[in-house]
């Protein structure tokens, strides 16, 4: 495990979608909904760190980076917030994590995001398709994904599932996916692979375009140009 600094790399609902049907291509509209409320919760409504959908933990043996949470020591700012002490306690005595996996890319995290709940907590996935909220919430809890999660988290777990709804409009059910045909998956597969890389090449014309920008106006500054 390699400790990197903590960066904020936050996302709207729109690229948590794309992300998500990229790094799960044939996701229904029920799991889709209730995964993007999940990660809306675990993130703050999409204040990601370095990339982290699921705010998955990262052990001893995991290979990639990882980045320390605020009460991984007791300094003095953290000495100003209680909750961070606490949590600090928690952390030794093992009931708190360490340490957060911390990936490259946006489509690199929520693809560790569907390969951990696949693997690990496959009961999450299979509530998910009910589209029952209370479901969800109580297989996140039975699972081990979170003991944290309680029946209190079910209102706004449904209130997410409302608002973030819209986002998978027009996707097939649980239901339909079930019974499409595997060439359905290929043309999901290919159309989210020409979304991904249209998404990439506009967000790198994007950047050049802002580094364009400041390097005109530094230039300015400094006298290169008039």
């Not at 609902?13 to 909904?33: F, H, K, N, S, Y």
């Not at 993130?43 to 933990?57: F, K, V, Y």
């Not at 907590?121 to 999660?149: N, P, W």
């Not at 014309?205 to 364009?212: D, L, Q």
Request: charged content about 15%.
């Amino acid at each position: 495990m390699q400790i990197v600094p903590a960066v904020s790399t936050p996302i709207t609902a729109e690229q948590a979608r794309v992300a998500l049907v990229a790094a799960m291509p044939g996701i229904d509209r029920e799991t889709g909904t209730l995964l993007l409320a999940l990660v809306w919760i675990e993130t703050a409504r999409g204040h990601l760190m370095n990339h982290n959908a699921g705010n998955i933990t990262a052990g001893p043996q995991w290979p990639g980076n990882a980045w320390r949470p605020p009460w991984f020591e007791v300094t003095a700012e953290t000495a100003l917030h209680p909750h961070l002490i606490e949590l600090h306690e928690k952390m030794l005595h093992g009931q708190a994590p360490s340490a957060f996996r911390a990936y490259g890319s946006l489509l690199e995290g929520f693809q560790d995001f569907g390969h951990v709940l696949r693997n690990q907590f496959k009961s999450v996935l299979e509530a998910a398709k009910t589209g029952d909220a209370r479901a969800f919430v109580a297989a996140l809890h039975d699972s081990g994904y979170s003991r944290d999660y309680s029946p209190a988290h079910v209102p706004s777990m449904t209130q997410l599932q409302a608002e973030l709804g819209q986002q998978f409009a027009g996707f097939p059910s649980a239901a339909q996916v079930s019974n499409a045909a595997p060439s359905f998956f290929a043309n999901i597969a290919l159309d989210v692979g020409i979304a991904v890389m249209a998404g990439l090449v506009i967000a790198s014309h994007n950047e050049h375009k802002r580094n364009s920008r400041r390097a005109n106006r530094r230039a300015r500054r400094e006298g290169w140009l008039r």
